[in-house]
């Protein structure tokens, strides 16, 4: 199947593409709606718990400020005198102390409507002077006595008749050390606003979506968000029918409701939480227009920009099959290069494609000048080979010959002649047979050879000292490499100088690299001449040295970079009548990766 569609017309695949985009995009629709609805109904319902746990809180803040005040005063020394003390005088001085006790508490704190102070035996006391208060509170002594916390009346008037109240009673216990210890010795009670009590400003919480009432003990309405709203006795009456559900939905007047009940512990009551639905569900109409035009905008851009994309790219494709086709029936359209308008991409794909041409000329040339180096490599390997064939037509004959030589100068008492010759077949025999690599101290005992030769020829002359690293000594290198660079030393800068002359030869490791350098003090090069033979070393095709001197050098250069690469070689500094510093740079390395 996904083979077939590959082989469809690229317009016929957008076209398909893009119907699975619209299918693809209406998915996501409905999926973004209903996450959408899902997301407002968990924020509402998080709300919502916001807004009763804030109202609880305050609820409760409440309720420990109101105990707190009624835990003072029942413990404050003018009560229990006044709840104590049998002698009348001292009780109406304790009276007064408590009275004023009151006033300042109920100055101090807006919502108190009355405060009473009352003992088991007769003695009472009310701030405003209402007994209809304490008679209110007498009426619950019983059954104070068993809760220390204070208790919620049920729902009263307060003394003005204006608005509702709770009574807060609470029990008093003896402090005095000369009754018996929290002995019960009266009551003390606060009369509150119920507005004050249940915590629920209206102008803080009033909300259309959100209506907060609060219940006493007998499901009577006691404070309200929204004293406007209409259905509030209906759903009053509805949840009184069913107090085992903590929530509930229902319908009513058409409207839709979610109902949800807190209990209110201290005063027994309840907080029922109104959430319309309407509101909810206007909100996620709200959400499913707004879907249906980003929709329709969607479809709209999506068909310019399918109309715009299929003309960008079939055209600049159309252009790069006809080329590569051209290319195909002719390579010398390989030279040409081509230029595509359109998208970002077809325009990288061009310049790869141009790059890719370029590459393949350059590799092409590259190729070409490989196969001529391999070809003068082969040459210079095939002459290589024919010039050692030549040198081994008879070497017993040439070792023969020298130590008939060396006998004759025995016979004759001509040592120096015998020790001549024993050093030439020394350097006969290591240059003829024996491995191509040697290690460097090999390459050493030829060149003490070749210098104890020349000592015979100079006398004293020449003086050659030998600076060697040690840790140099076993490194492999190939064969005859210093030797030439030392003739070359001793011909063409000790030898025409007037006097001693000095040849230093010296090998160090530095950064991974060997350097042996064969330095001496003779007359040196010019500028001239330095710069041609420096110019013959660094040109990248070999060159005909004019001079016997550059031969042996040139010869050691190439040598070196044909077996170890560019960056390795021959360096040569001189300077006229001062003399003349010869390196060989090479890497560091075991005879096998020579």
Same mark, same amino acid.
């Given at each position: 199947?996904?083979?077939?569609?590959?082989?469809?017309?690229?317009?016929?695949?957008?076209?398909?593409?893009?119907?699975?985009?619209?299918?693809?995009?209406?998915?996501?629709?409905?999926?973004?709606?209903?996450?959408?609805?899902?997301?407002?109904?968990?924020?509402?319902?998080?709300?919502?718990?916001?807004?009763?746990?804030?109202?609880?809180?305050?609820?409760?803040?409440?309720?420990?400020?109101?105990?707190?005040?009624?835990?003072?005063?029942?413990?404050?020394?003018?009560?229990?005198?006044?709840?104590?003390? +049998?002698?009348? /005088?001292?009780? $109406?001085?304790?009276?007064?102390? #408590?009275?004023? @006790?009151?006033? &300042?508490?109920?100055?101090? !704190?807006?919502?108190?409507?009355?405060?009473?102070?009352?003992?088991?035996?007769?003695?009472?006391?009310?701030?405003?002077?209402?007994?209809?208060?304490?008679?209110?509170?007498?009426?619950?002594?019983?059954?104070?006595?068993?809760?220390?916390?204070?208790?919620?009346?049920?729902?009263?008037?307060?003394? +003005?008749?204006? /608005?509702?109240? $709770?009574?807060?009673?609470?029990? #008093?216990?003896? @402090?005095?050390? &000369?009754?018996?210890?929290? !002995?019960?010795?009266?009551?003390?009670?606060?009369?509150?606003?119920?507005?004050?009590?249940?915590?629920?400003?209206?102008?803080?919480?009033?909300?259309?979506?959100?209506?907060?009432?609060?219940?006493?003990?007998?499901?009577?309405?006691?404070?309200?968000?929204?004293?406007?709203?209409?259905?509030?006795?209906?759903?009053?009456?509805?949840?009184?029918?069913?107090?085992?559900?903590?929530?509930?939905?229902?319908?009513?007047?058409?409207?839709?409701?979610?109902?949800?009940?807190?209990?209110?512990?201290?005063?027994?009551?309840?907080?029922?939480?109104?959430?319309?639905?309407?509101?909810?569900?206007?909100?996620?109409?709200?959400?499913?227009?707004?879907?249906?035009?980003?929709?329709?905008?969607?479809?709209?851009?999506?068909?310019?920009?399918?109309?715009?994309?299929?003309?960008?790219?079939?055209?600049?494709?159309?252009?790069?099959?006809?080329?590569?086709?051209?290319?195909?029936?002719?390579?010398?359209?390989?030279?040409?290069?081509?230029?595509?308008?359109?998208?970002?991409?077809?325009?990288?794909?061009?310049?790869?494609?141009?790059?890719?041409?370029?590459?393949?000329?350059?590799?092409?040339?590259?190729?070409?000048?490989?196969?001529?180096?391999?070809?003068?490599?082969?040459?210079?390997?095939?002459?290589?080979?024919?010039?050692?064939?030549?040198?081994?037509?008879?070497?017993?004959?040439?070792?023969?010959?020298?130590?008939?030589?060396?006998?004759?100068?025995?016979?004759?008492?001509?040592?120096?002649?015998?020790?001549?010759?024993?050093?030439?077949?020394?350097?006969?025999?290591?240059?003829?047979?024996?491995?191509?690599?040697?290690?460097?101290?090999?390459?050493?005992?030829?060149?003490?050879?070749?210098?104890?030769?020349?000592?015979?020829?100079?006398?004293?002359?020449?003086?050659?000292?030998?600076?060697?690293?040690?840790?140099?000594?076993?490194?492999?290198?190939?064969?005859?490499?210093?030797?030439?660079?030392?003739?070359?030393?001793?011909?063409?800068?000790?030898?025409?100088?007037?006097?001693?002359?000095?040849?230093?030869?010296?090998?160090?490791?530095?950064?991974?690299?060997?350097?042996?350098?064969?330095?001496?003090?003779?007359?040196?090069?010019?500028?001239?001449?330095?710069?041609?033979?420096?110019?013959?070393?660094?040109?990248?095709?070999?060159?005909?040295?004019?001079?016997?001197?550059?031969?042996?050098?040139?010869?050691?250069?190439?040598?070196?970079?044909?077996?170890?690469?560019?960056?390795?070689?021959?360096?040569?500094?001189?300077?006229?009548?001062?003399?003349?510093?010869?390196?060989?740079?090479?890497?560091?390395?075991?005879?096998?990766?020579?």
């Amino acid at each position: 199947m996904f083979l077939w569609f590959k082989r469809l017309r690229i317009k016929t695949q957008l076209a398909a593409l893009s119907i699975l985009v619209l299918v693809i995009i209406c998915l996501l629709t409905v999926y973004s709606y209903t996450k959408f609805a899902h997301v407002l109904e968990e924020k509402n319902l998080q709300a919502n718990q916001n807004l009763v746990g804030q109202i609880q809180k305050s609820q409760e803040e409440m309720y420990k400020l109101f105990e707190k005040m009624i835990f003072n005063l029942s413990y404050s020394s003018s009560v229990q005198s006044f709840l104590l003390l +049998d002698d009348p /005088v001292k009780r $109406m001085e304790s009276a007064q102390n #408590v009275n004023n @006790l009151m006033k &300042s508490v109920i100055n101090l !704190n807006e919502g108190i409507e009355d405060m009473v102070v009352a003992g088991v035996n007769g003695e009472q006391l009310a701030f405003s002077g209402n007994l209809s208060t304490i008679q209110h509170a007498r009426s619950t002594v019983d059954s104070l006595i068993l809760y220390s916390k204070p208790n919620a009346s049920e729902l009263m008037a307060c003394p +003005d008749g204006n /608005v509702s109240c $709770m009574l807060l009673t609470a029990p #008093v216990f003896s @402090l005095n050390s &000369s009754t018996p210890f929290h !002995n019960h010795i009266g009551f003390v009670g606060l009369l509150v606003q119920v507005k004050t009590l249940s915590g629920i400003e209206e102008k803080l919480y009033h909300q259309k979506d959100v209506i907060l009432l609060i219940t006493d003990r007998n499901g009577r309405l006691i404070a309200s968000n929204n004293p406007q709203f209409e259905d509030t006795q209906p759903i009053l009456e509805i949840v009184k029918l069913h107090e085992e559900q903590s929530s509930d939905t229902l319908i009513l007047k058409g409207h839709h409701y979610l109902i949800h009940r807190e209990d209110i512990p201290f005063i027994a009551g309840q907080l029922i939480h109104i959430t319309s639905l309407d509101v909810l569900h206007q909100e996620l109409r709200d959400i499913g227009n707004y879907e249906i035009i980003i929709l329709s905008i969607s479809v709209l851009i999506l068909s310019v920009m399918l109309g715009y994309i299929r003309n960008n790219i079939v055209r600049p494709l159309r252009n790069l099959m006809q080329f590569m086709q051209e290319i195909k029936r002719d390579t010398d359209a390989m030279k040409r290069r081509i230029d595509l308008e359109g998208y970002a991409e077809i325009s990288v794909v061009a310049n790869h494609f141009n790059g890719m041409l370029s590459k393949i000329q350059m590799l092409t040339d590259e190729i070409v000048r490989m196969n001529s180096r391999m070809y003068e490599i082969e040459l210079e390997r095939q002459n290589a080979q024919f010039n050692f064939l030549k040198s081994q037509i008879n070497p017993h004959f040439l070792y023969n010959t020298m130590e008939t030589i060396k006998g004759l100068a025995v016979m004759r008492g001509v040592f120096e002649i015998r020790d001549i010759v024993k050093s030439m077949g020394q350097m006969l025999r290591y240059a003829v047979k024996g491995d191509d690599v040697i290690p460097l101290f090999k390459e050493i005992d030829i060149v003490q050879s070749y210098l104890h030769i020349q000592q015979f020829r100079f006398q004293d002359k020449i003086v050659s000292e030998l600076h060697l690293d040690k840790n140099t000594m076993n490194y492999p290198i190939p064969k005859m490499l210093l030797q030439p660079i030392v003739e070359n030393a001793i011909y063409h800068g000790l030898e025409p100088k007037i006097g001693k002359g000095l040849l230093k030869i010296c090998s160090r490791i530095i950064d991974s690299v060997l350097f042996l350098t064969v330095e001496d003090d003779g007359v040196g090069m010019t500028t001239d001449k330095l710069a041609e033979l420096m110019k013959i070393l660094t040109a990248k095709e070999p060159v005909q040295s004019e001079g016997e001197r550059g031969v042996g050098l040139i010869n050691v250069h190439r040598r070196i970079q044909l077996i170890y690469g560019a960056p390795y070689g021959l360096v040569v500094q001189s300077q006229e009548r001062v003399g003349t510093t010869m390196t060989i740079t090479l890497p560091i390395g075991d005879s096998d990766n020579v």
